[in-house]
DNA sequence: TTGAATTAAACAAACGTTTAATTTAATTTT
DNA sequence: AAAATTAAATTAAACGTTTGTTTAATTCAA
């Protein structure tokens, strides 16, 4: 009750705009929901309410919950296509360099956004909203395209051993997504405080790009014999 | 949570074998379900529908939708547990050949059941069922403890190079979550036809299989020296 | 005065769960 | 061995909520 008459004083003060920094809001309070308790968990009247806006105004917005989870991912989810599109064209880089800066871009990248890349894997997980699923899954697929590219001319030109480029590519992004899949587990695989934001931490950031990149360049570059097992 | 079981186990001592064997089968359509649509996503009704028993039969014998998940994962997802336990007390087994087990312990696993893997994926993504959601981690979190103790050793005992022992096994599950998230996105990069099913292909598993021991091997055994970049 | 923004209330449909009645199977009594 | 008794398994129907969505009235800014 008094939320609202707030509400209504702000409004006086802050002219047209309103609208749009509402729709803003409610995505962000959404993103939020869908993150914390995936989208069939999140209930349309518990977004309202968190985000402090009626229930019908979602529906006004967007149409209908389904459509403001396709205009969050529009919104907010083509993000490294471009970056690895131009990596990729760029020539003065070297492969090496071209990967490297493709691992610190997906590390930045999912680190300051948490909930995105829950809310994306959770989307990839579950095929129930099929063109989205697919959606997501064709923004990977491009991507992966993409450093596989990369990595073959590398192999091409001799400066990289023969590897899988797939499944590398698979284990740089799983790698980071093992990460990402839960705070609490995160927290405790690096011997942190239960209620401590490992993804804030520069200190996490820093050792698990030395780990990625050292990984992989272990990989590209050297070759041991495979130990048998009987 | 062992107990739930002995107990439901005890309380039919009913030999009369058609109970269990329709339970059985319920839990293995509920599987089937929830990793295709999720727990919120999968309705009461239409897992009776799908597993021909009426909708009373699932909280008769479960007690409750939550119920009947919670002894699905007791069920099937203690799995690899004992299996590293047992690795890692092998004393007659070197340090690679170890992780090597490991390896591929994790990755038949997870191949012969793709939905189990969807459904404790989804249980860490989702917070929504707390103490699920961390009996989930908490078996993680063990199998960690016991890989990275193993990696330690082996750098003690100078046949590994200093690594980063978390973040290397979260590299290996990672890849096979990776390969494992989406079956179409799988298929799509690894250029198969859209409905083959990859995780029955012993092609797949060999090529995963030598990718990750590969990649860790070079890991674990070589040392190149990290490229800079401005 | 007009069109957009916002509201409370109502909507039908679907949800997980419970009930109460009935069928089936096993055990006990005759 | 047949009948009677008891308990478990199964069912259809109904329960009260909650779901996403819509409506129709009202408030707001221009």
Redesign the pocket.
């Known amino acids: 009750m008094f939320n ?1 008459n707030i ?2 004083i702000f ?2 003060q802050t ?2 705009n ?2 749009i920094d ?1 729709k803003e809001h409610i995505m962000n309070v959404a993103m939020e929901l869908f993150a914390e308790k995936g989208f ?1 968990g ?6 309202a309410n968190r985000a402090d ?9 967007f ?6 989870f396709e205009a969050l991912l529009e919104n907010k989810a083509r993000f490294m296509r471009e970056k690895i599109e131009a990596i990729h064209n760029d020539k003065s880089l070297s492969e090496i360099e071209k990967i490297n800066l493709i691992i610190e871009g997906y590390v930045t990248r999912f680190l300051s956004q948490p909930g995105l890349h829950r809310v994306l894997q959770q989307e990839l997980l579950v095929s129930q909203r099929v063109t989205l699923h697919q959606n997501v899954i064709n923004l990977f697929v491009k991507n992966t395209e993409d450093v596989v590219a990369i990595i073959e001319k590398g192999i091409r030109k001799k400066v990289f051993k023969k590897v899988d480029p797939q499944l590398l590519f698979a284990s740089v992004i799983g790698t980071i997504n093992q990460i990402m899949v839960s705070r609490t587990m995160c927290n405790m695989l690096m011997e942190k405080e239960k209620d401590f934001n490992p993804y804030a931490d520069p200190q996490l950031k820093k050792r698990l790009l030395n780990h990625i990149k050292q990984m992989v360049q272990d990989h590209l570059l050297t070759h041991t014999e495979l130990q048998k097992t009987k």
């Not at 806006?53 to 917005?61: D, E, P, R, S, W």
């Not at 149409?63 to 403001?68: D, N, T, V």
């Open positions: 609202s509400c209504l409004a006086f002219p047209s309103m609208s509402k069939e999140t209930s349309i009247r518990e977004l806006v009626n229930i019908a105004m979602i529906n006004y917005y149409g209908s919950k389904e459509k403001l």
